[in-house]
Nanobody, 126 residues
Framework: QVDLVESGGGLVQPGGSLRLSCADSGRTFSAYTMGWFRQVPGKEREFVAAFRRRGGTTYYAESVKGRFTISGDYPKNAGYLQMNSLGPEDTAIYYC???????????????????WGQGTQVTVSS
């Protein structure tokens, strides 16, 4: 059983920054991939970024590339999403997800991830 808990969301002004955290209170996989997704009410959940524990490879959606940074802290069983230069379009509920053995072609697909957190709200507004 893997329990994921996100934190770090909140209200921030345009141009500001937030760092989201994803804590894993259960068992971690030696070859997991951590992903961040976001969802706006009435829209599909969309891929934001992913991080492979083995090798440290990162992947980003075009809309966040250059602004967001995903990382992992193995000893703490935690992952992070550093978000800079935030705009109103980044307002959403952000979810972290874990999955074992996700192939590259599936890295942005929700169905590839097995475990999900409950989400944390990020609101960008002046």
């Amino acid at each position: 059983q893997v329990d994921l808990v996100e934190s770090g969301g909140g209200l921030v002004q345009p141009g500001g920054s937030l760092r989201l955290s994803c804590a894993d209170s259960g068992r971690t996989f030696s070859a997991y991939t951590m992903g961040w997704f976001r969802q706006v009410p009435g829209k599909e959940r969309e891929f934001v970024a992913a991080f492979r524990r083995r090798g440290g490879t990162t992947y980003y959606a075009e809309s966040v590339k250059g602004r967001f940074t995903i990382s992992g802290d193995y000893p703490k069983n935690a992952g992070y999403l550093q978000m800079n230069s935030l705009g109103p379009e980044d307002t959403a509920i952000y979810y972290c997800a874990y999955g074992p053995h996700i192939i590259t072609s599936s890295i942005s697909q929700q169905s590839a991830y097995r475990y999900w957190g409950q989400g944390t709200q990020v609101t960008v507004s002046s």
